[in-house]
């Protein structure tokens, strides 16, 4: 019993320490796809210790499979919404004026676009080789 | 399925007052997010920690029902979040495409 309770409140307070991270996260990074980055993995990750702590703690049939649902879920549509926003960003940028971080250095879907980058980025045409600053 | 009680109980109460405190931080973001897809990430977020709150709350009272709440919850997050996505993408494309579609 008591082992019981001290792995439960263990992964619920793991959730939670990941799920204030993907907050944290969101409040401090600098762009869309860091902030994306941040809620995604750090948010799915905290919501299924959570999950799997209430299963441990309260052991039940009808807990275990709706516990079991919900992970499943998550993990299925939790990088599917992720890569939507991520894409509908990217390409939409110049119109909801979603700005980059300055330090970035590379872009790897610029060769399948063909443009350039973010227009307000300097240094960017074709100068690649003089180096990647930080 | 009885609720807890005794260090189990404190230590799930400290667990809701964090996960509210990153509910305030994300808020924030999606209030003061410069562009729409940063509201759109952070209200995806939002969800996902309403989600975690039920979750431990079932953890401290003992109530199954909040594990069906939850689950409902994220599906429709789920669906919201698609939405926006498309909305943020189809409007980008110029008029004679989207006139086609």
């Given amino acids: ?134 | 399925m009885a609720a807890l009680s005794g260090p189990a109980a404190w230590f799930a109460s400290a667990c809701l007052v964090a996960v509210g405190a990153s509910l305030v931080m994300t808020v924030i973001r999606l209030m003061r997010g410069p562009s729409l897809p940063d509201r759109v990430v952070s209200l995806d977020l939002v969800a996902y920690q309403a989600v975690a709150l039920m979750l431990i709350y079932a953890i401290l009272t003992g109530e199954p029902a909040y594990l069906d709440v939850s689950l409902v919850l994220a599906l429709v997050a789920f669906l919201g979040t698609v939405a926006f996505a498309r909305y943020i993408e189809y409007r980008s494309l110029p008029e004679a495409a989207q006139s086609s579609e």
């Fill in chain 1, 1 to 134: 019993m008591l082992v019981q309770q001290v792995v439960g409140i263990f992964l619920m307070c793991a959730g939670t320490l990941f799920v204030v991270v993907a907050g944290l996260g969101v409040l401090r990074l600098p762009d869309v796809y860091m902030r994306l980055h941040a809620s995604t993995k750090a948010g799915t990750l905290g919501v299924a210790l959570n999950t799997a702590g209430l299963a441990v703690l309260h052991p039940a049939l009808g807990t275990f499979t709706r516990a079991a649902a919900l992970v499943l879920f998550l993990l299925l549509t939790a990088p599917i919404a992720a890569h939507m926003i991520g894409r509908a960003a990217y390409f939409a940028r110049d119109q909801m004026g979603v700005t980059i971080w300055e330090g970035t250095i590379v872009d790897r879907m610029l060769d399948h676009r063909g443009g350039t980058l973010f227009a307000s980025r300097p240094g960017e045409d074709g100068s690649s080789s003089s180096g990647a600053v930080s």
